[in-house]
């Protein structure tokens, strides 16, 4: 595994993922983007079905003003097999993902974003800058309890052409599982 990505850092130009619409994904068809938030995710982990909600909730809202989230498991499916590319597909038609879903077999895109955690987000901004590294919120179990929602006020913050307000965040969640 390689070091974190820093923030102000270029997107790691990823190709090749295959998604679960079938497609196969990179980097390169997210252009369009005024903010892209790279998520790594499973379907396994606690935190990141506790995010499932308000990630379809944050790409509907904003997701017509130029954000694009995209969801990358990673994951060692031989050692997890609920994480398998078949699981994906399952897990994304029963709750509706409206987000692109990728599964990242070799793990390279989990080592060259340096990912730690599911979710883990790296949120870049039109420029495919580093703006925001972190977690959703700061309580992923109890969305009435949420006080501060960092990932959604740093998607404003580049949507409104502002520096991110609270660039870094701790990434709360299961580590990556990684091949032996």
Known sequence: MTARLALGSPAPAFAGLQGVDGLQHGLADYAAAKALAIIFWCNHCPYVQAYEDRIKALQQELGPKGLQVVAINSNDAAAYPEDSFAGMEARAKARGFNFPYLRDESQQAAREFGALRTPH????????????????????????????????????????GRPVRTPETFAIGCTIKWKA
């Open 121 to 160: 987000i790296f949120l870049f901004d039109a420029e495919r800058k580093l703006a925001y590294l972190g977690r959703v919120d700061d309580n992923y179990a109890d969305p009435g309890l949420v006080k501060r929602q960092e990932l959604r006020e740093a998607v404003d913050d580049i949507l409104e």
